[in-house]
């Protein structure tokens, strides 16, 4: 059984940084990703940054890439994000994700559909 938790979440203005961590309960699969979803009051799910345990495989989303920074680690079972150069669109509910690594093409590790595992979420505001 696995279940994950995130915290770090918070208000910061814009240009501001936070750090998220989802901790991780049981086992750490080796054929597992872990992905951060944002979410937004009535719209779907979606994802910003994956990492694949196995090879520390890193993906991210276009709007994100070269302001997150998605890391591992397997001692203390924890899946962070980094998130500097905050913008106001970045204001969602942050959910962790975890799943095993399918082989399909495509960005797949960005539809929350093939993910059983989640946290609770944890709210981040980006404002002035």
């Known amino acids: 059984q696995v279940s994950l938790e995130e915290t770090g979440g918070g208000s910061v203005q814009p240009g501001g940084s936070l750090r998220l961590s989802c901790a991780v309960t049981?086992?750490?699969?080796?054929?597992?990703?872990f992905v951060w979803f944002r979410q937004v009051l009535g719209k779907e799910r979606e994802g910003v940054a994956a990492?694949?345990?196995?090879?520390?495989?890193?993906y991210y989303d276009d709007a994100v890439q070269g302001r997150f920074i998605i890391s591992q680690d397997r001692v203390k079972n924890i899946v962070s994000l980094e998130m500097n150069r905050l913008k106001p669109e970045d204001t969602g509910m942050y959910y962790c994700?975890?799943?095993?690594?399918?082989?399909?093409?495509?960005?797949?590790?960005?539809?929350?559909?093939?993910?059983?595992?989640w946290g609770q979420g944890t709210q981040v505001s980006v404002s002035s």
């Open positions: 990492v694949c345990i196995e090879n520390e495989d890193t």
């Open positions: 994700a975890a799943g095993p690594k399918l082989p399909y093409a495509g960005r797949w590790y960005f539809k929350s559909r093939w993910f059983g595992y």
């Open positions: 049981g086992y750490m699969y080796r054929n597992w990703c």
